[in-house]
């Protein structure tokens, strides 16, 4: 069946750095664009980064512009958020997404909490 793990996520400090990773099972990775959103206590899920099936071309939210990328490796079915000079208002739980690039069709992950508190 259809798996998408999320690891990585903690409590960091104000300045600090976290690695995500999402695992994916049972789909062909190489055919999915792979998205993180995050949502905050009270807020609309929202989008935070996006790479293609490839890997070739990302887009991120303004937010994290400059602070976070995103990379995949195709061959361990995984795809990664690197987060760099966290700020508080980074606090959410953060979600894989895996989105068909033809058919559209999409399977989310159960999310990862990271809080950025000192």
């Known amino acids: 069946q259809v798996q998408l793990v999320e690891s990585g996520g903690g409590l960091v400090q104000p300045g600090g750095s976290l690695r995500l990773s999402c695992a994916a099972s049972?789909?062909?990775?190489?055919?999915?664009?792979m998205r993180w959103f995050r949502q905050a206590p009270g807020k609309e899920r929202e989008l935070v980064a996006d790479?293609?099936?490839?890997?070739?071309?990302?887009i991120y939210a303004d937010s994290v512009k400059g602070r976070f990328t995103i990379s995949r490796d195709n061959t361990k079915n995984t795809v990664y958020l690197q987060m760099e000079s966290l700020k508080p208002e980074d606090t959410a739980v953060y979600y894989c997404?895996?989105?068909?690039?033809?058919?559209?069709?999409?399977?989310w992950g159960h999310g990862t909490q990271v809080t950025v508190s000192s």
């Open positions: 997404y895996a989105k068909n690039e033809r058919t559209f069709a999409g399977y």
């Open positions: 049972g789909f062909t990775f190489s055919m999915y664009i």
């Open positions: 790479i293609t099936a490839a890997g070739g071309s990302t």
